[in-house]
């Protein structure tokens, strides 16, 4: 079994809808958890970190279930500049990626 | 965020050559540093573990011989690829950790350099 296992995507949305990521990981002694946006022939940039509770950023939630070993993303009203990959990541305890979930918005 | 610089950024080169990446944490000292590997369409593959002062640790299928790390100070890790073939032509990225308290929640972030693109003719 993967380390991390992510939806495989891709995505197509229309502007202004909500898409859910989900990500699951093996490690359960795994502490930290985070989203990594990746635009194409770049590196991956941090999105945001999933806290235990639960965290929002704007238009971005993470949520984190350690019971069941799932972290997920929510975007809302989604923006052109929102397509990306986005990759999940589990410290475990280095990171370790999932596969990315490509997703295109589109007007 | 900490800035982790990468170069070259590109690289093309002829098959049976030696390249060498270098890997530098800017602003932060990093005790370990990450070397990863992206084919495209395909996720980031952790090739190894740069430990400063130490070997590095290689992951399962990674030829140590081949791709040979050294990470002689605090910021700064090379990734030398030695007698390039086709095959190895990929995008790799470098990562570096940096660990430390904030009251009392510690933190464990890692930072990435911006990539290098190696194209092996």
């Known amino acids: 079994r993967k380390e991390v296992e992510q939806d495989p995507g891709p995505f197509n949305v229309p502007e202004g809808a909500t898409v859910a990521f989900n990500c699951t990981y093996s490690n359960s002694a795994s502490q930290s958890f985070f989203w990594y946006r990746q635009d194409c022939r770049k590196e991956p940039k941090l999105l945001m970190s999933?806290?235990?509770s639960g965290n929002e950023d704007g238009r971005f939630t993470a949520q984190l279930n350690r019971a069941s070993q799932y972290i997920s993303l929510l975007i809302r009203d989604s923006k052109l500049s929102d397509s990306a990959t986005y990759l999940c990541?589990?410290?475990?305890?280095?990171?370790?990626f999932g596969a990315g979930t490509r997703l295109t918005v589109k007007p | 965020g900490a800035v982790v610089s990468q170069h070259p950024s590109w690289v093309i080169c002829k098959s049976g050559t030696s390249v060498k990446i270098e890997c530098r944490s800017l602003d932060f000292q990093a005790t370990t540093m990450f070397w990863y590997r992206q084919f495209p369409k395909q996720s980031l593959m952790l090739m190894a573990t740069?430990?400063?002062?130490?070997?590095?640790?290689?992951e399962q299928g990674v030829e140590k011989d081949k791709f040979l790390i050294n990470h002689a100070s605090l910021t700064l890790s090379t990734l030398t690829v030695t007698s390039a073939h086709p095959e190895d032509s990929s995008f790799y990225i470098c990562?570096?950790?940096?660990?430390?308290?904030?009251?009392?929640?510690?933190?464990?972030?890692?930072?990435f350099g911006p990539g290098t693109r190696l194209t092996v003719l």
């Open positions: 990541a589990v410290n475990a305890p280095d990171l370790r």
């Open positions: 999933v806290y235990s």
């Open positions: 990562s570096a950790r940096r660990t430390g308290t904030s009251g009392s929640y510690l933190y464990n972030e890692q930072f």
């Open positions: 740069s430990n400063e002062g130490s070997k590095a640790t290689y």
